[in-house]
């Protein structure tokens, strides 16, 4: 089973920018898409953002115009740059790859945490 290794999480002020990187142990493929959620305390789980094979991208609302994924295919990483953070952007995040004929892998999760 491929271990996904999230960093970059941390504190940061409302406004401030953050990047997060996950990075797969090994060569992936059959991949559907690699992406980004997160949890907030009380709440679901919830899609960040995606990227496709061919590169096509996918955000929730909440986050468009200010968040941006990006993919290494070569390192097997993804990465989420956040820009003007919110406190409602405070969660877990977590990586999450999903398979075209297997169940998804997921990371550890990191913090986010935006103060106002």
């Known amino acids: 089973q491929v271990q996904l290794v999230e960093s970059g999480g941390g504190l940061v002020r409302a406004g401030g920018s953050l990047r997060l990187s996950c990075a797969a142990s090994?060569?992936?493929?059959?991949?559907?898409?690699m992406g980004w959620y997160r949890q907030a305390p009380g709440k679901q789980r919830e899609l960040v953002a995606d990227?496709?094979?061919?590169?096509?991208?996918n955000y929730a609302d909440t986050v468009k115009g200010r968040f941006t994924i990006s993919r290494d295919y070569a390192q097997n990483t993804v990465y989420l740059q956040m820009s003007s953070l919110k406190p409602e952007d405070t969660a877990v995040y977590y990586c999450?790859?999903?398979?075209?004929?297997?169940?998804?892998?997921w990371g550890q999760g990191t913090q986010v945490t935006v103060s106002s």
């Open positions: 999450n790859v999903q398979f075209l004929a297997r169940p998804a892998a």
């Open positions: 090994r060569n992936i493929f059959n991949i559907n898409s």
């Open positions: 990227i496709g094979e061919g590169g096509r991208t």
